[in-house]
């Protein structure tokens, strides 16, 4: 296991900008909290004791190392592409959130807050912030839509038995948005002593960077596993799953600002189809735009309004994505594409039968692309893919079983 580094991707701008993408556009009363953050930040990503404490919880209770795993069975589907995994989905928790959730409590510990506030969607999240939180012995409160708390009861009830309160909000659409909305809220009234913990690399400066700088563990770790593995090859092509961006940025930012980059490729949840208007992908299918406090693609109508995201998965169902992914896509640094629902469940059934491995439905998106990405690359010399694992999908299993039964006419929508 070599040392992992906070600080080898670059900051952003002063403002806090990737390109024109991210910022703080968020009212004045926040401005010396995003100031404290930042600078708290700043003096910690370089500290080798800060470094110590991360990397030994990484090891001691996340899991870490998370496996690089070489996919022979899925990779015979696919002559010209021999697919590596990186299991994510065997950290504490199932996923990749548990890195941030880790580091930004950490950060949290060190500026002398003593209660977290999250806002969660799917509930994932919130299961990680209930998580550290209980870890370290904070206060918590996970604002969740009133929508998705009827969705996601099995997470309502893990952050309540962690010891975590759950605060419904029923405004808007009562979902991922409107709970962020009312997290940011409470956190401008009690800024003193708390500390808010983002889930994925949105929102004002400094979160996306800071998002980025944790999760980047995923990408620095693939860099010294695939050396191990595989000598002098490096990877040819990253392939991800992109909600608002945290674990795919994860897997790229060590190697984006490379000379000699991968191809990168984001994964958005294609829902119904982009042209059904019932989706979550915010580069394929949206415009510029400011959402929690940030400037990046979005998904709103000619009015302004921010349209409802649509997907099969919980977790990609967020309707604007990270700045540097904005950047990243508008420099065509990286490439983004949408995977339909369909796409998905095609992708978690194949690595499901093949290699054993129950994905996320989130994961599964990139998966679902592996047909596309063979037709457009698999005809010349072997190409190493990279696909982050970002989660499992023991979480899925009754949403799927319900699915199958409305397709089948036994129950109703
Ligand atoms: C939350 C989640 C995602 C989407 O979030 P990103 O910030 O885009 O990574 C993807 N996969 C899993 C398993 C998740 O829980």
Same mark, same amino acid.
């Given at each position: 296991?070599?040392?992992?580094?906070?600080?080898? &991707?670059?900051?952003?701008?002063?403002?806090?900008?990737?390109?024109?993408?991210?910022?703080?556009?968020?009212?004045?009363?926040?401005? +010396?909290?995003?100031?404290?953050?930042? !600078?708290?930040?700043?003096?910690?990503?370089?500290? /080798?004791?800060?470094?110590?404490?991360?990397? #030994?919880?990484?090891?001691?209770?996340?899991?870490?190392? !998370?496996?690089?795993?070489?996919?022979?069975?899925?990779?015979?589907?696919?002559?010209?592409?021999?697919?590596?995994?990186?299991?994510?989905?065997?950290?504490?928790?199932?996923?990749?959130?548990?890195?941030?959730?880790? =580091? #930004?409590?950490?950060?949290? %510990?060190?500026?002398?807050?003593?209660?977290? @506030?999250?806002?969660?969607?799917?509930? #994932?999240?919130?299961?990680?912030?209930?998580?550290?939180?209980?870890?370290?012995?904070?206060?918590? @409160?996970?604002?969740?839509?009133?929508?998705?708390?009827?969705?996601?009861?099995?997470?309502?009830?893990?952050?309540?038995?962690?010891?975590?309160?759950?605060? $419904?909000?029923?405004?808007?659409?009562?979902?991922? %948005?409107?709970?962020?909305? $009312?997290?940011?809220?409470?956190? *401008?009234?009690?800024?003193?002593?708390?500390?808010?913990?983002?889930? !994925?690399?949105?929102? /004002?400066?400094?979160? /996306?960077?800071?998002?980025?700088?944790?999760?980047? @563990?995923?990408?620095?770790?693939?860099?010294?596993?695939?050396?191990?593995?595989?000598?002098?090859?490096?990877?040819?092509?990253?392939?991800?799953?992109?909600?608002?961006?945290?674990?795919?940025?994860?897997?790229?930012?060590?190697?984006?600002?490379?000379?000699?980059? +991968?191809?990168?490729?984001? @994964?958005?949840?294609?829902?119904?189809?982009? #042209?059904?208007?019932?989706?979550?992908?915010?580069?394929?299918?949206?415009? *510029?735009?400011?959402?929690?406090?940030?400037?990046?693609?979005?998904?709103?109508?000619?009015?302004?309004?921010?349209?409802?995201?649509?997907?099969?998965?919980?977790?990609?169902?967020?309707?604007?994505?990270? /700045?540097?992914?904005?950047?990243?896509?508008?420099?065509?640094?990286?490439?983004?594409?949408?995977?339909?629902?369909?796409?998905?469940?095609?992708?978690?059934?194949?690595?499901?039968?093949?290699?054993?491995?129950? +994905?996320?439905?989130?994961?599964?998106?990139?998966?679902?692309?592996? +047909? $596309?990405?063979?037709?457009?690359?698999? =005809? =010349?010399?072997? &190409?190493?893919?990279?696909?982050?694992?970002?989660?499992?999908?023991? %979480?899925? *299993?009754?949403?799927?079983?319900?699915?199958?039964?409305?397709?089948?006419?036994? *129950?109703?929508?």
């Amino acid at each position: 296991m070599q040392p992992y580094s906070l600080a080898a &991707q670059p900051w952003p701008s002063a403002a806090g900008r990737f390109g024109r993408f991210g910022g703080r556009y968020v009212p004045e009363t926040l401005i +010396p909290a995003l100031d404290e953050l930042a !600078s708290a930040y700043l003096g910690l990503r370089a500290d /080798p004791a800060f470094l110590a404490d991360f990397t #030994q919880l990484l090891r001691e209770y996340v899991g870490r190392p !998370s496996l690089l795993y070489r996919a022979q069975r899925l990779s015979a589907r696919y002559p010209g592409l021999d697919i590596y995994l990186k299991r994510e989905d065997l950290n504490h928790t199932g996923a990749h959130k548990i890195n941030n959730a880790v =580091g #930004q409590a950490l950060l949290a %510990k060190r500026m002398g807050k003593r209660r977290i @506030v999250a806002e969660t969607g799917a509930g #994932q999240h919130g299961v990680a912030a209930a998580t550290v939180a209980a870890l370290f012995g904070l206060d918590c @409160v996970v604002y969740m839509g009133s929508e998705d708390i009827r969705r996601q009861a099995l997470n309502v009830r893990r952050m309540e038995l962690l010891g975590a309160e759950v605060r $419904e909000v029923h405004s808007g659409t009562a979902t991922l %948005k409107d709970a962020t909305n $009312e997290a940011i809220r409470d956190w *401008v009234t009690r800024v003193r002593d708390t500390f808010y913990i983002i889930g !994925s690399v949105v929102g /004002p400066h400094p979160y /996306p960077m800071l998002v980025r700088d944790f999760q980047s @563990v995923i990408g620095q770790e693939v860099r010294w596993q695939l050396r191990e593995q595989r000598g002098d090859r490096q990877p040819d092509v990253l392939l991800a799953c992109v909600g608002g961006g945290s674990n795919a940025i994860g897997l790229f930012a060590p190697y984006a600002y490379l000379p000699e980059r +991968p191809r990168m490729i984001g @994964v958005e949840a294609g829902g119904e189809g982009i #042209q059904s208007g019932h989706h979550a992908a915010s580069i394929s299918g949206g415009k *510029v735009g400011v959402l929690h406090g940030a400037m990046m693609y979005l998904l709103y109508d000619s009015e302004g309004q921010i349209l409802p995201a649509h997907s099969i998965s919980a977790g990609l169902d967020y309707p604007g994505v990270g /700045p540097e992914h904005s950047f990243f896509a508008e420099q065509g640094l990286a490439e983004y594409v949408a995977v339909e629902d369909r796409g998905a469940i095609a992708g978690m059934e194949l690595l499901a039968r093949s290699e054993g491995i129950l +994905p996320a439905l989130e994961t599964a998106h990139a998966l679902g692309y592996l +047909p $596309e990405l063979q037709r457009r690359i698999g =005809g =010349g010399p072997e &190409q190493i893919v990279v696909l982050n694992l970002s989660g499992r999908g023991d %979480k899925d *299993v009754a949403e799927l079983t319900r699915l199958r039964q409305m397709a089948a006419g036994e *129950v109703r929508a």
